[in-house]
Protein backbone atom coordinates (compact mmCIF):
# COMPACT_ATOMS: atom_id res chain seq x y z
CA UNK A 1 0.00 0.00 0.00
CA UNK A 2 1.96 3.06 -1.19
CA UNK A 3 1.32 5.99 0.22
CA UNK A 4 0.73 7.94 -3.11
CA UNK A 5 -2.26 7.17 -5.14
CA UNK A 6 -1.71 6.16 -8.77
CA UNK A 7 -4.08 4.49 -10.92
CA UNK A 8 -2.74 1.08 -11.89
CA UNK A 9 -3.30 1.82 -15.74
CA UNK A 10 -4.21 4.25 -18.25
CA UNK A 11 -4.14 4.37 -22.06
CA UNK A 12 -4.51 6.25 -24.86
CA UNK A 13 -4.61 6.64 -28.72
CA UNK A 14 -1.19 8.09 -30.64
CA UNK A 15 -1.90 12.00 -30.96
CA UNK A 16 -4.14 12.12 -27.95
CA UNK A 17 -4.06 13.60 -24.26
CA UNK A 18 -3.87 11.56 -21.12
CA UNK A 19 -3.33 12.56 -17.65
CA UNK A 20 -2.24 10.42 -14.47
CA UNK A 21 -3.11 11.36 -10.79
CA UNK A 22 -1.52 11.15 -7.73
CA UNK A 23 -3.38 11.73 -4.55
CA UNK A 24 -1.37 12.22 -1.47
CA UNK A 25 -2.79 13.12 2.13
CA UNK A 26 -2.01 16.26 4.39
CA UNK A 27 1.42 14.94 5.58
CA UNK A 28 3.01 14.98 2.08
CA UNK A 29 0.97 16.83 -0.98
CA UNK A 30 -1.81 18.34 1.19
CA UNK A 31 1.28 19.80 3.78
CA UNK A 32 2.48 22.07 0.37
CA UNK A 33 5.45 19.35 -0.21
CA UNK A 34 6.12 18.87 -4.08
CA UNK A 35 5.16 16.55 -6.29
CA UNK A 36 7.82 15.12 -8.73
CA UNK A 37 7.45 12.70 -12.20
CA UNK A 38 9.55 10.03 -12.99
CA UNK A 39 9.54 7.69 -16.20
CA UNK A 40 10.54 3.94 -16.22
CA UNK A 41 10.97 2.63 -19.77
CA UNK A 42 10.60 -1.15 -20.00
CA UNK A 43 13.97 -2.68 -18.45
CA UNK A 44 15.51 0.86 -17.69
CA UNK A 45 15.92 3.15 -14.78
CA UNK A 46 13.97 5.64 -13.67
CA UNK A 47 14.60 9.03 -15.32
CA UNK A 48 13.29 12.67 -13.99
CA UNK A 49 10.39 13.82 -15.63
CA UNK A 50 8.49 16.86 -13.63
CA UNK A 51 10.02 18.15 -10.92
CA UNK A 52 8.58 20.72 -7.94
CA UNK A 53 5.21 20.09 -9.98
CA UNK A 54 5.90 21.84 -13.02
CA UNK A 55 9.10 21.91 -14.37
CA UNK A 56 10.95 19.82 -16.74
CA UNK A 57 14.56 18.98 -16.33
CA UNK A 58 16.68 20.04 -19.59
CA UNK A 59 15.69 17.53 -22.69
CA UNK A 60 12.19 16.67 -21.62
CA UNK A 61 9.63 17.54 -24.22
CA UNK A 62 6.85 19.96 -23.36
CA UNK A 63 4.05 17.37 -24.37
CA UNK A 64 4.79 16.05 -20.57
CA UNK A 65 3.49 18.53 -18.12
CA UNK A 66 2.65 18.79 -14.34
CA UNK A 67 -0.03 20.23 -11.71
CA UNK A 68 -0.76 20.13 -8.23
CA UNK A 69 -3.57 21.13 -6.31
CA UNK A 70 -4.59 20.19 -2.55
CA UNK A 71 -3.47 16.99 -1.68
CA UNK A 72 -2.83 15.75 -5.68
CA UNK A 73 -0.95 16.50 -8.15
CA UNK A 74 -1.43 14.97 -12.10
CA UNK A 75 0.47 14.72 -14.83
CA UNK A 76 -0.55 15.48 -18.49
CA UNK A 77 0.87 13.79 -21.63
CA UNK A 78 -0.13 15.38 -24.84
CA UNK A 79 0.35 14.43 -28.10
CA UNK A 80 0.81 10.81 -27.56
CA UNK A 81 3.82 8.57 -28.96
CA UNK A 82 4.29 5.08 -29.11
CA UNK A 83 7.75 5.37 -26.91
CA UNK A 84 5.86 6.93 -24.05
CA UNK A 85 4.36 3.42 -23.43
CA UNK A 86 5.68 2.99 -19.85
CA UNK A 87 5.34 3.06 -15.99
CA UNK A 88 5.09 6.68 -14.65
CA UNK A 89 6.00 7.42 -10.72
CA UNK A 90 4.80 10.43 -8.45
CA UNK A 91 6.99 10.72 -5.41
CA UNK A 92 6.95 13.58 -2.86
CA UNK A 93 8.17 14.17 0.77
CA UNK A 94 6.15 13.34 3.48
CA UNK A 95 6.51 14.85 7.61
CA UNK A 96 4.87 11.34 9.14
CA UNK A 97 6.69 8.88 11.36
CA UNK A 98 6.45 6.59 8.75
CA UNK A 99 8.96 7.93 6.54
CA UNK A 100 10.16 11.03 4.20
CA UNK A 101 10.27 10.45 0.69
CA UNK A 102 7.51 8.48 -0.84
CA UNK A 103 6.86 6.98 -4.28
CA UNK A 104 2.76 6.41 -5.75
CA UNK A 105 2.47 2.86 -6.70
CA UNK A 106 2.93 4.05 -10.39
CA UNK A 107 1.02 3.84 -13.64
CA UNK A 108 1.19 2.18 -16.75
CA UNK A 109 0.44 4.03 -19.59
CA UNK A 110 -0.60 2.15 -22.86
CA UNK A 111 -0.63 3.66 -26.22
CA UNK A 112 -2.81 1.84 -28.56
CA UNK B 1 27.73 13.76 -17.95
CA UNK B 2 26.55 12.31 -14.54
CA UNK B 3 26.97 8.79 -14.44
CA UNK B 4 26.14 6.12 -11.23
CA UNK B 5 27.58 2.82 -11.45
CA UNK B 6 26.07 -0.22 -8.58
CA UNK B 7 27.88 -2.93 -8.33
CA UNK B 8 27.81 -5.85 -5.17
CA UNK B 9 24.56 -7.25 -5.23
CA UNK B 10 23.73 -10.81 -5.43
CA UNK B 11 22.49 -14.04 -4.17
CA UNK B 12 22.61 -14.32 -0.27
CA UNK B 13 20.43 -16.42 2.11
CA UNK B 14 18.28 -15.13 5.02
CA UNK B 15 20.05 -13.19 7.66
CA UNK B 16 23.19 -12.60 5.27
CA UNK B 17 24.95 -9.13 4.48
CA UNK B 18 26.63 -7.49 1.34
CA UNK B 19 27.38 -3.96 0.85
CA UNK B 20 26.28 -2.18 -2.36
CA UNK B 21 28.37 0.32 -4.01
CA UNK B 22 27.56 3.47 -6.19
CA UNK B 23 30.83 4.73 -7.58
CA UNK B 24 29.60 8.51 -9.02
CA UNK B 25 31.22 10.48 -11.79
CA UNK B 26 30.58 13.80 -13.83
CA UNK B 27 29.46 16.04 -10.95
CA UNK B 28 31.31 17.57 -7.44
CA UNK B 29 29.92 14.18 -5.53
CA UNK B 30 30.83 15.81 -2.33
CA UNK B 31 28.19 18.60 -2.71
CA UNK B 32 25.13 16.38 -2.89
CA UNK B 33 22.98 14.13 -0.95
CA UNK B 34 22.84 10.23 -2.23
CA UNK B 35 20.13 7.83 -1.93
CA UNK B 36 19.54 4.35 -2.57
CA UNK B 37 16.07 3.58 -3.65
CA UNK B 38 14.86 -0.12 -4.80
CA UNK B 39 12.69 -2.02 -6.35
CA UNK B 40 11.36 -5.57 -6.03
CA UNK B 41 10.60 -7.99 -9.03
CA UNK B 42 7.60 -6.42 -11.14
CA UNK B 43 6.87 -3.79 -7.90
CA UNK B 44 6.79 0.04 -7.51
CA UNK B 45 9.66 2.02 -5.89
CA UNK B 46 10.70 2.23 -2.83
CA UNK B 47 12.68 4.91 -0.88
CA UNK B 48 15.41 2.97 1.30
CA UNK B 49 18.20 5.59 2.49
CA UNK B 50 19.64 8.52 2.13
CA UNK B 51 22.73 10.54 3.24
CA UNK B 52 22.85 14.28 3.39
CA UNK B 53 26.43 15.93 1.53
CA UNK B 54 26.76 16.36 5.37
CA UNK B 55 26.64 12.77 6.22
CA UNK B 56 23.06 13.02 8.04
CA UNK B 57 21.28 9.60 7.40
CA UNK B 58 17.86 8.61 7.12
CA UNK B 59 16.25 5.31 6.96
CA UNK B 60 12.66 4.20 5.65
CA UNK B 61 11.00 2.31 9.09
CA UNK B 62 11.23 -1.41 6.78
CA UNK B 63 15.15 -1.20 7.11
CA UNK B 64 16.18 0.84 9.99
CA UNK B 65 18.69 -0.93 12.21
CA UNK B 66 19.57 -3.17 9.72
CA UNK B 67 21.11 -1.05 6.69
CA UNK B 68 23.91 1.44 6.92
CA UNK B 69 24.33 3.93 3.93
CA UNK B 70 27.66 5.91 3.94
CA UNK B 71 30.18 7.71 1.69
CA UNK B 72 33.25 8.00 0.95
CA UNK B 73 33.80 11.55 -0.94
CA UNK B 74 37.87 11.20 -1.62
CA UNK B 75 36.64 8.06 -3.97
CA UNK B 76 33.35 9.64 -4.94
CA UNK B 77 31.60 6.52 -3.37
CA UNK B 78 28.52 5.70 -1.97
CA UNK B 79 27.38 2.25 0.29
CA UNK B 80 25.18 0.68 1.49
CA UNK B 81 26.08 -2.38 3.97
CA UNK B 82 22.61 -4.93 4.27
CA UNK B 83 22.58 -6.91 6.81
CA UNK B 84 19.93 -9.25 8.60
CA UNK B 85 18.24 -9.76 4.97
CA UNK B 86 14.84 -10.95 5.08
CA UNK B 87 12.85 -12.32 1.43
CA UNK B 88 11.65 -8.94 1.27
CA UNK B 89 14.47 -7.56 0.70
CA UNK B 90 14.90 -8.70 -2.75
CA UNK B 91 14.95 -6.31 -5.35
CA UNK B 92 17.08 -4.06 -7.82
CA UNK B 93 18.85 -1.09 -5.77
CA UNK B 94 19.46 2.23 -7.22
CA UNK B 95 21.55 4.50 -6.25
CA UNK B 96 20.49 8.31 -7.06
CA UNK B 97 20.96 11.81 -6.98
CA UNK B 98 19.38 14.04 -5.13
CA UNK B 99 18.65 17.67 -6.69
CA UNK B 100 16.90 20.63 -4.73
CA UNK B 101 18.34 22.87 -1.96
CA UNK B 102 15.66 21.96 0.76
CA UNK B 103 15.30 18.78 1.74
CA UNK B 104 11.42 18.59 1.96
CA UNK B 105 11.61 19.16 -2.07
CA UNK B 106 14.81 17.11 -2.96
CA UNK B 107 13.88 15.00 -6.00
CA UNK B 108 16.28 12.20 -7.80
CA UNK B 109 17.72 13.46 -11.27
CA UNK B 110 20.24 10.84 -11.60
CA UNK B 111 19.97 7.17 -11.59
CA UNK B 112 21.84 4.39 -12.03
CA UNK B 113 21.43 0.71 -13.62
CA UNK B 114 20.61 -0.67 -10.13
CA UNK B 115 22.55 -3.60 -8.43
CA UNK B 116 20.22 -6.68 -7.87
CA UNK B 117 19.63 -8.25 -4.27
CA UNK B 118 18.21 -11.82 -4.49
CA UNK B 119 17.96 -13.14 -0.65
CA UNK B 120 16.71 -17.02 -0.68
CA UNK B 121 17.66 -20.03 0.95
Known amino acids: QSVLTQPPSVSGAPGQRVTISCTGS?????????VHWYQQLPGTAPKLLIY???NRPSGVPDRFSGSKSGTSGSLAITGLQAEDEADYYCQSYDSSLSGFWVFGGGTKLTVL | EVQLLESGGGLVQPGGSLRLSCGASGFTFSSYAMSWVRQAPGKGLEWVST???????TYADSVKGRFTISRDNSKNTLYLQVNSLRAEDTALYYC???????????????WGQGTLVTVSS
Open chain 1, 26 to 34: SSNIGAGYD
Open chain 2, 96 to 110: AKARGIAVTRWSFDY
Open chain 1, 52 to 54: ENN
Open chain 2, 51 to 57: ISNSGGT
